[in-house]
């Protein structure tokens, strides 16, 4: 049985039995392995079919050990410049916080292992039950970072993460060679302190659209530079993404507690980067375990998704979003590929069709860095 130190309370020995179930369940999926091609270049066949049999895929060793080292550098740096407390301009230096000078929405707060979102109209009231908050330890601060949004302006390790050729491939075998951006964001989960996300789906614009299909509304890329676990990690509750829209209060009446049955971790190493289905029901729990997690989360959309769709309101204002607007919104794709390039010349950088169609090149320079600034005001959020 694995090694699940975790502090639950009462319901200490049952989510242990959980976890325990949940992780034998995953490892037996045969949906891990690392990034591989058939000889024409096409992504294999294995991994497209245990991603969209599963909802999820491990891809192991993707990283390399220099964006390890780099993004643990830079969620050190963003994580000393948080603002003394919510909303304040300052951190503990005196310098402008992270975020502070930012129009867009950035940092999410939470209590100590809490459930910010859960039960409340919060992203339009997708997270429908409360989870179980265990009680912190009493010398535990009154509110934490549980969530990073637009974090592609805070680290430019992310975001030569972002611009990773094997995932930028398999991103255009999924959703096409066109394919187009959805947000990205780092979840922050401290050991005794992290938030959960309470179950939910992500989606808002195609669940009843006549065409609507199992890869509708995306997918996020989970890379995990920490690895995760079955106490500390994203669940999956496998293959829901095929089946429309779940009626989540439902499933935990039904079960009786938020330990949703069917449902799987997603377990990784540090360097292991997953690829989820947006429209899975998916959720995490307080991470009362000794391990950290951070996940740079990644997402991609048809453009089909996205395009001449009316949407927002969720993580960005309400649009329309045109073809103007994601080729704006793809730039930061562009500076991802060549700011990837310049730290490892050795790659061979994706080529992104879209930018190779319209001609258009993008250099990584303070022009690029200033136009970061507030991107995620354009997110293509479905
Ligand atoms: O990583 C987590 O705990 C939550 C992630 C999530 O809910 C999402 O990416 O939609």
């Not at 459930?115 to 919060?122: C, H, L, W």
């Not at 805070?154 to 398999?170: D, I, K, M, T, W």
Request: proline fraction near 6%.
């Amino acid at each position: 049985m694995p090694d699940i130190t975790i502090d639950y309370g009462a319901r200490t020995g049952d989510m242990q039995a959980y976890m325990a179930e949940g992780e034998a369940r995953a490892m037996a999926l045969g949906n891990r392995g690392p990034i591989t091609f058939t000889d024409d270049g096409a992504l294999s066949p294995g991994i497209l079919e245990a991603y969209w049999r599963t909802g999820f895929y491990v891809f192991e060793n993707v990283m390399r050990d220099e964006d390890i080292v780099d993004i643990k550098a830079d969620v050190d740096a963003i994580r000393s410049r948080y603002p003394v407390r919510k909303g304040a301009f300052l951190d503990a230096t005196g310098r402008p916080a992270i975020g502070a000078e930012c129009a867009a929405p950035n940092l999410y707060w939470s209590k100590p292992l809490g459930d910010p979102a859960g039960g409340t109209s919060f992203a339009k009231g997708r997270h429908p039950v409360k989870m179980f908050e265990p009680e912190a330890a009493t010398d535990a601060p009154d509110e934490i970072v549980y969530m990073i949004l637009g974090s592609l302006q805070f680290s430019e390790a992310c975001l030569r993460l972002y611009g990773h050729p094997q995932l930028l491939a398999v991103a255009a075998a999924i959703n096409g060679e066109d394919f187009a951006p959805f947000n990205e964001a780092l979840f922050i989960k401290e050991p005794g302190l992290g938030a959960s996300v309470a179950w939910h789906q992500d989606g808002t614009t195609h669940w009843d659209a006549p065409d609507w299909d199992q890869g509708s509304h995306g997918f996020n890329f989970m890379g995990q530079p920490y690895g995760c676990t079955a106490a500390n990690g994203l669940w999956v509750v496998v293959g829901s993404h095929k089946l429309g829209k779940a009626d989540i209060k439902a499933l935990i009446a039904e079960a009786g507690s938020e330990r949703l049955p069917g449902a799987a971790p997603i377990i990784c190493k540090p360097g292991d980067v997953a690829i989820s289905n947006r429209q899975t029901v998916h959720g995490s729990f307080a991470n009362t375990s000794k391990d950290w997690r951070v996940t740079a989360n990644m997402g991609f959309h048809r453009r089909r998704s996205v395009l001449d769709v009316e949407a927002g309101g969720l993580h960005n204002a309400a649009a329309v979003y045109d073809a103007a607007r994601i080729e704006r919104r793809a730039r930061i794709l562009g500076y991802a590929i060549t700011a990837r390039h310049e730290r490892f010349p050795d790659e061979q950088p994706y080529a992104y069709k879209p930018h190779i169609d319209a001609g258009l090149s993008y250099a990584w320079d303070d022009a690029a860095r200033a136009d970061m600034k507030d991107y995620n005001l354009e997110d293509l959020s479905i």
